[in-house]
T-cell receptor
Framework: EDQVTQSPEALRLQEGESSSLNCSYT??????LFWYRQDPGKGPEFLFT???AGEEKEKERLKATLTKKESFLHITAPKPEDSATYLC???????????FGKGTKLTVNP | DAGITQSPRHKVTETGTPVTLRCHQT?????MYWYRQDPGHGLRLIHY???????DKGEVSDGYSVSRSKTEDFLLTLESATSSQTSVYFC???????????????FGPGTRLTVT
């Protein structure tokens, strides 16, 4: 059974304090790993797809990386507007269904 | 934002009544999904559709049915609502970006359903 575990559950940072969120996964044949951002009261917003170990993608202050067992979402010099819940999901071979982790709630204080 | 709307956005209903939620897309995407999101559980797939009149179950499909008679519309019906179905419901769409690899899902704004 495909599983996704995100840590920590919640993270508080000061503005400018860089950190990383973790997404560990077990899946039979990874087809893709996805990162989403979700603001309160809204639907998840797509950020990145990673397909193979060693791949990296960047968007503004966010950088996602992928290994064979986990993915990291690195946040460099965060701003208060980066506060949100970040969700990780995986798609395995032979499946059309994403499996989501429970998310990491990030709060960035000014 | 992807062209996805959900209706209604909020609904309060009584136990035992049928409820239908609607998802409408303007992207002509093949796949459509219904999820529920609850504290402590994250997003869980209820049903999905891979084409008109083609649907399949997700991990929490009991008590729910779906229908897709047009590419743009995907309906979720709670046949007899229960308090355990109080949740936030999200619709998502996707399409193949590269054949044989993977595809992103894009989410609607959600429907908050309360069953009293």
């Amino acid at each position: 059974e495909d599983q996704v575990t995100q840590s920590p559950e919640a993270l508080r940072l000061q503005e400018g304090e860089s950190s990383s969120l973790n997404c560990s996964y077990t899946v039979s044949g990874l087809r893709g790993l996805f990162w989403y951002r979700q603001d309160p009261g809204k639907g998840p917003e797509f950020l990145f797809t990673l397909y193979s170990a060693g791949e990296e993608k960047e968007k503004e202050r966010l950088k996602a990386t992928l290994t064979k067992k986990e993915s990291f979402l690195h946040i460099t010099a965060p701003k208060p507007e980066d506060s949100a819940t970040y969700l990780c999901a995986v798609l395995s071979g032979g499946s059309e269904k994403l499996v989501f982790g429970k998310g990491t709630k990030l709060t960035v204080n000014p | 934002d992807a062209g996805i709307t959900q209706s209604p956005r909020h609904k309060v209903t009584e136990t035992g009544t049928p409820v239908t939620l609607r998802c409408h897309q303007t992207e002509n995407h093949r796949y459509m999904y219904w999820y529920r999101q609850d504290p402590g559980h994250g997003l869980r797939l209820i049903h999905y559709s891979y084409g008109v009149k083609d649907t399949d179950k997700g991990e929490v499909s009991d008590g729910y049915s779906v229908s897709r008679s047009k590419t743009e519309d995907f309906l979720l019906t709670l046949e007899s609502a229960t308090s355990s179905q109080t949740s936030v419901y999200f619709c998502a769409i996707s399409d193949l970006l590269r054949a044989g690899l993977s595809y992103e899902q894009y989410f609607g704004p959600g429907t908050r359903l309360t069953v009293t």
